[in-house]
């Protein structure tokens, strides 16, 4: 099972990465539409695309309105784009109002369901997250493999969200600031590397992926890796367009 980063930072795109857009090709699974859902049609493998949204900021829904050309490059029979109840109506009132996309897209829109079936045997669940307006994490299973997607929150090593992560076989963590950007990390809602490191070393998850970097630099290392890997040394930052085995 292959995941494809086609989005690692969170606001807005820089020279670096695009906004956060993480798929699955072999089972049709998009995790979040950022700005980098432009890259998902020539990559999918399956007829159907399924998005799981983890909340409406923009930086996470927006490439929502390029499903237009991602349905034409995948030859794609069936989308639907799954999240909260309120936070799908806010995208079709908002983000899809005619006079800010005046043409109808190719999806259908479904609200979650706590526990979902997957392609290929696997299941979905999907959990709270403390943020701004409110977020969602979600855990995919299948056999022989898992992973957790938890963005938009800030980690600490008391959180309850950890237990719903607990030995995956990958974490894709946000991790927007260093640790000497603490009190920003809490003002915006967002974390800082050794909070995460600290969550994937409790949670005894095998692999941590760094991703939703903050996209006001495009170093190498703009969060402090060497501080998260002397807590949790299988970390990694994840820059766009790498594929990671599951």
């Not at 956060?20 to 999918?44: H, N, Q, S, W, Y």
């Not at 309105?65 to 009132?93: M, N, Q």
Request: with cysteine; hydrophobic share 40%; proline share 4%.
């Amino acid at each position: 099972m292959q995941i494809h980063l086609l989005g690692t930072t969170g606001y807005h795109p820089n020279e670096r990465r695009h906004t956060a857009c993480f798929l699955l090709p072999e089972v049709g699974i998009a995790l979040d539409a950022g700005t980098g859902m432009f890259r998902v049609g020539k990559r999918l493998r399956t007829r159907h695309l399924d998005i799981y949204l983890s909340h409406a900021h923009l930086d996470h829904v927006v490439g929502l309105t390029y499903l237009l050309d991602t349905v034409r490059e995948g030859g794609l029979e069936r989308v639907t784009v799954h999240g909260e109840s309120g936070k799908l109506a806010a995208i079709r009132e908002h983000l899809l109002s005619g006079e800010i996309f005046p043409v109808g897209l190719p999806c259908e829109f479904r609200p979650l369901s706590r526990e979902m079936g997957l392609p290929g045997g696997g299941r979905m669940r999907h959990f709270a997250l403390a943020h701004p307006g409110g977020s969602i994490g979600y855990r995919l299973d299948w056999e022989g493999a898992s992973l957790a997607y938890v963005t938009d929150t800030t980690a600490s090593a008391s959180a309850a969200y950890s237990e719903e992560v607990r030995g995956v076989d990958l974490l894709l963590h946000e991790c927007n600031f260093s640790d000497d950007q603490a009190e920003q990390a809490k003002l915006t809602g967002h974390s800082c590397a050794s909070p995460v490191a600290e969550v994937a070393r409790r949670a005894g998850v095998k692999r941590l992926v760094l991703v939703h970097i903050n996209p006001a630099s495009d170093a190498a290392d703009p969060v402090g890796l060497e501080a998260a890997r002397a807590i949790f040394p299988a970390t990694s930052i994840g820059e766009d367009l790498d594929v990671i085995e599951v």
